[in-house]
């Protein structure tokens, strides 16, 4: 879980982090002047995909097990804890609660792959459209929607998503920021976690089960 304390204060979700730095040092600005209400929206509907990356990332990267959380912590965390986040009602909590419990009754299905994969499919048809017209996602200056939308991209090719053959604008904004050092450097992966993603590949390759299998494609 990401997480930064910075004045005293906790904060645990990536975007929130990437907004709260961009407002905290303003001497590299990483959100357009008068866009920061429409860039708080923009990062809102990237992470409404999160629990669809979550889906496709754990049948499409190493083998999680059939109980990757345990009964036991999934107990803890609906029952301990005031339930809120700044004093209002946590509306993340059900919503976890019943992703992890489906993957443990029955696991990441076809029919969710394919729901997930379509999800992001109309999202990244959106960017791929823009991007004909600028180079980032904001026009012509690297934006902080530029490194939310890396971070998931970058999850989604790690899970065979075929971006070049359904949207090319999108691949080819990706790789010239995902080989920057300053991106690879955060991206990299130990060599047992990339040797087991590799041989999940291999095996469901075999089956042909991979995602753009199971996507049609």
Same mark, same amino acid.
């Given at each position: 879980?990401?997480?930064?304390?910075?004045?005293?204060?906790?904060?645990?979700?990536?975007?929130?982090?990437?907004?709260?730095?961009?407002?905290?040092?303003?001497?590299?600005?990483?959100?357009?002047?008068?866009?920061?209400?429409?860039?708080?929206?923009?990062?809102?509907?990237?992470?409404?995909?999160?629990?669809?990356?979550?889906?496709?990332?754990?049948?499409?990267?190493?083998?999680?097990?059939?109980?990757?959380?345990?009964?036991?912590?999934?107990?803890?965390?609906?029952?301990?804890?005031?339930?809120?986040?700044?004093?209002?009602?946590?509306?993340?909590?059900?919503?976890?609660? =019943?992703?992890?419990?489906?993957?443990?009754?029955?696991?990441?299905?076809?029919?969710?792959?394919?729901?997930?994969?379509?999800?992001?499919?109309?999202?990244?048809?959106?960017?791929?459209?823009?991007?004909?017209? =600028?180079?980032?996602?904001?026009?012509?200056?690297?934006?902080?929607?530029?490194?939310?939308?890396?971070?998931?991209?970058?999850?989604? !090719?790690?899970?065979?998503?075929?971006?070049?053959?359904?949207?090319?604008?999108?691949?080819?904004?990706?790789?010239?920021?995902?080989?920057?050092?300053?991106?690879?450097?955060?991206?990299?992966?130990?060599?047992?976690?990339?040797?087991?993603?590799?041989?999940?590949?291999?095996?469901?390759?075999?089956?042909?089960?991979?995602?753009?299998? !199971?996507?049609?494609?």
């Amino acid at each position: 879980m990401p997480t930064l304390i910075h004045d005293g204060e906790v904060h645990i979700e990536s975007n929130d982090i990437l907004l709260l730095l961009d407002n905290r040092f303003p001497k590299v600005r990483l959100i357009p002047p008068g866009e920061e209400y429409r860039m708080v929206d923009l990062l809102r509907h990237e992470d409404d995909l999160h629990l669809d990356l979550r889906t496709l990332t754990f049948r499409y990267t190493q083998p999680r097990g059939e109980e990757p959380r345990s009964k036991e912590t999934l107990r803890h965390y609906r029952e301990r804890g005031s339930g809120t986040v700044g004093g209002r009602p946590d509306s993340h909590k059900d919503r976890e609660l =019943a992703f992890w419990n489906i993957i443990a009754d029955v696991g990441i299905t076809d029919e969710a792959v394919r729901t997930s994969a379509g999800r992001f499919n109309m999202a990244l048809d959106q960017l791929n459209d823009h991007l004909q017209d =600028a180079h980032y996602l904001m026009g012509e200056t690297l934006s902080v929607l530029d490194i939310a939308w890396v971070i998931y991209i970058n999850r989604l !090719v790690r899970c065979g998503y075929p971006m070049k053959a359904l949207h090319p604008g999108v691949d080819e904004w990706f790789w010239p920021l995902r080989n920057r050092p300053e991106f690879d450097r955060e991206m990299q992966v130990p060599p047992d976690v990339q040797k087991a993603v590799d041989d999940n590949h291999a095996r469901q390759r075999a089956e042909g089960t991979m995602l753009a299998d !199971v996507m049609g494609i």
